[in-house]
């Protein structure tokens, strides 16, 4: 990234603060120790989280209308994990539901490519057994934060980007490093000033660009992975269409089947991830 980006980074103010939420539940939870009581606790401290996560506990999509009254039932029916997920995503929704509009991209748009990202990684991550899978939804959800950053930020910039990939038939990634400005570093930039881990800022940096990932190749192939496999399948953001065909990382030695099974989970989930998480933005 150009260094008069770097500085105009530094000099924003009103970069998003990192959720105490995710902060919560990224610390507590990942010790050995973690368990239902842990996650209860983290949820009750939140009131407007606990009225959150119960709506969509009685969600059609979960099928216990009126019947959750409580996290701690919540959590029995829906699962440690589900909840989990549910939680880290509402941690994080404010951020995506900041009146985002910029070229073909918006809130909505954002936010279902992020947790399609985040499902497909996660669901790589235990089939393959690289890496802890709820790390990897997290990482799918704030992989793409820069470009928010960006498009808040930098939105002219981010604009004539959007217009060089048009006019030159070129990938968004491709573009930005053709212009000097990437969302990559720039969500790399914020990872570090929430303090998240190593693994976190390396998948958000390089998961267009696994083979400079170093040690951490394998982690970023996933993302970079379930990144290409929503943007061809259409899930939220699609602004890789410059028909280039999908790319598998070698690093992940997988075959075609592999990956056709993946394609068929996305297309058989796409709509329920639309719908329930896609709610999620305006509870
Ligand atoms: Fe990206
Ligand atoms: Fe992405």
């Not at 056709?260 to 509870?283: P, Q, R, S």
């Amino acid at each position: 990234m150009e260094k008069d980006y770097t500085s105009r980074l530094n000099k924003i103010d009103d970069l998003p603060a990192m959720p105490k939420t995710l902060y919560d539940v990224l610390n507590k939870l990942n010790s050995d120790d973690t368990n239902a009581s842990t996650l209860d606790h983290i949820i009750e401290e939140d009131p407007a989280l606990t009225t959150k996560i119960l709506k969509i506990a009685n969600s059609p999509y979960y099928g216990q209308a009126g019947t959750v009254n409580n996290i701690k039932r919540a959590i029995m029916l829906l699962g440690f994990n589900e909840i989990k997920n549910l939680v880290i995503g509402f941690s994080l929704s404010d951020i995506f539901n900041s009146g985002l509009e910029c070229g073909p991209i918006d809130s909505k748009i954002m936010w279902l490519h992020s947790v399609g990202v985040g499902k497909v990684a996660q669901s790589i991550s235990h089939r393959l057994k690289i890496g802890d899978p709820d790390d990897f939804f997290t990482g799918g959800l704030i992989h793409d934060i820069g470009l928010i950053i960006m498009c808040h930020h930098f939105k002219n910039e981010t604009l004539e980007i959007f217009r060089l990939v048009e006019e030159k038939n070129i990938s968004f990634p491709d573009a930005e490093e053709m212009y000097g400005l990437k969302h990559t570093e720039i969500g790399a930039f914020l990872a570090k000033k929430w303090a998240l881990s190593d693994f976190m800022t390396n998948i958000i940096r390089y998961h267009h660009k696994p083979t400079s990932a170093g040690e951490f190749i394998s982690f970023a192939s996933v993302l970079f992975l379930a990144n290409e496999l929503c943007d061809k399948t259409g899930l939220g953001l699609n602004y890789d269409e410059s028909g280039k065909k999908l790319l598998v990382p070698k690093s992940l030695h997988v075959n075609v089947e592999f990956v056709k099974e993946l394609v068929d989970m996305i297309k058989e989930e796409k709509k329920t991830i639309e719908e329930n998480w896609g709610n999620m933005l305006l509870v």
